[in-house]
């Protein structure tokens, strides 16, 4: 059942991008008014609007239905330990002090010139 949620999310979201790409900005609109070819497509001049709109409504539905079941799933198959939130709980380990560090022995005082 899980594997079907995911073959039907992914082609869902597939057919949302392509659906949001065919859609025509409110731009293009004027361009229709004056005669640019608009009203020869295939929908017609407002045909198109309707029906690109309802089905990307439509798959903008079931996208988010299948978002949801996904993440029903998820919640089924959920182990302690397996979240980020779980793993904040844990302790962090403890920090080790750096080892001071030494001059080396023939290191010449501050403010002396070197001969």
Do not use: C, Y
């Amino acid at each position: 059942m899980e594997t079907l949620v995911w073959i039907v999310h992914i082609v869902v979201a597939l057919g949302v991008i392509v659906l949001v790409l065919l859609q025509q900005g409110k731009g293009a609109d004027m361009g229709a008014a004056f005669g640019s070819g608009s009203a020869g497509s295939l929908f017609g001049a407002s045909g198109s609007a309707n029906f690109l709109s309802r089905s990307t409504a439509v798959l903008a539905t079931l996208f988010f239905l299948t978002s949801l079941g996904l993440a029903f799933f998820g919640l089924q198959h959920h182990k302690p330990g397996d979240s980020v939130v779980d793993r904040a709980s844990i302790p962090a380990p403890a920090q080790v002090a750096p080892a001071p560090v030494q001059a080396p022995a023939n290191a010449s005082k501050a403010g002396e010139i070197p001969q």
